[in-house]
């Protein structure tokens, strides 16, 4: 079964740090891994997608990586902000998740930005 | 509207009552889940819809809970007897197509909220 661990929990950076959220997984046969957000009492907005046979993406002040040999993944963010504050959840789409496909996710490491 | 909608955003419900959620996906979205989120963990499945056939359920989704898409667009989750480890937030995602998965995202309601007092 599929397991998804991120690390920290939680992490309060000042504003303009530039910081690294982590994520692994148990299972590495996956077809993605996703990254998301998740603000408080909402739900999830998809931030970055990476397919299994790529090594990163690349959105704005975010990058992510995948090492799917390891059962890794890094979120980048690039100059945090305050209105960066959230809690970033990872998930994976496992192959042997039968025909559903469903997410797998960690969860979640709750960052604050101080101004 | 072009995203996933979910009804109601709350709902606070005594013990033993029932309580029924829709969630409205992305039009032409065929794929349809259902996930559940407890304070300060990561939501987990509970069950998937491809057009109006419910293909998986997990093993969370006890049998008092119900699920249905009866035209394949809308959904609804019921749950009978609430007890207060219902109390979760309830969490709806849709995705189009299902030949490939490896570039298909999925896209989330903002959830609805249950407090079983």
């Known amino acids: 079964k599929q397991e998804v661990t991120q690390i920290p929990a939680a992490l309060s950076v000042p504003e303009g740090e530039n910081l690294v959220l982590n994520c692994s997984f148990t299972d590495s046969a996956i077809y993605n891994l996703q990254w998301f957000r998740q603000d408080p009492g909402k739900g999830l907005t998809s931030l970055l997608l990476?397919?299994?046979?790529?090594r990163e993406q690349t959105s704005g002040r975010l990058n992510a990586s995948l090492d799917k040999s390891s059962g890794r993944s890094t979120l980048y963010i690039a100059a945090s902000q305050p209105g960066d504050s959230a809690t970033y959840l990872c998930a994976v789409r496992d192959i042997s998740s039968g025909s559903a496909r469903q997410l797998t996710f960690g969860s979640g490491t709750q960052l604050t930005v101080l101004p | 509207d072009t995203g996933v909608s979910q009804d109601p955003r709350h709902k606070i419900t005594k013990r033993g009552q029932n309580v029924t959620f829709r969630c409205d996906p992305i039009?032409?979205?065929?794929?349809l889940y259902w996930y559940r989120q407890t304070l300060g963990q990561g939501p987990e499945f509970l069950t998937y819809?491809?057009?109006?056939?419910?293909?998986?359920k997990s093993r969370l989704l006890s049998d008092r809970f119900s699920a249905e898409r009866p035209k394949g667009s809308f959904s609804t989750l019921e749950i009978q007897r609430t007890e207060q480890g219902d109390s979760a937030m309830y969490l709806c995602?849709?995705?189009?197509?299902?030949?490939?998965?490896?570039?298909?995202?999925?896209?989330f309601g903002e959830g609805s909220w249950l407090t079983v007092v």
């Open positions: 819809f491809q057009n109006e056939a419910q293909l998986e």
């Open positions: 039009s032409e979205h065929n794929r």
């Open positions: 995602a849709s995705g189009g197509g299902f030949q490939d998965f490896s570039g298909n995202t999925i896209y």
């Open positions: 990476i397919q299994s046979s790529q």
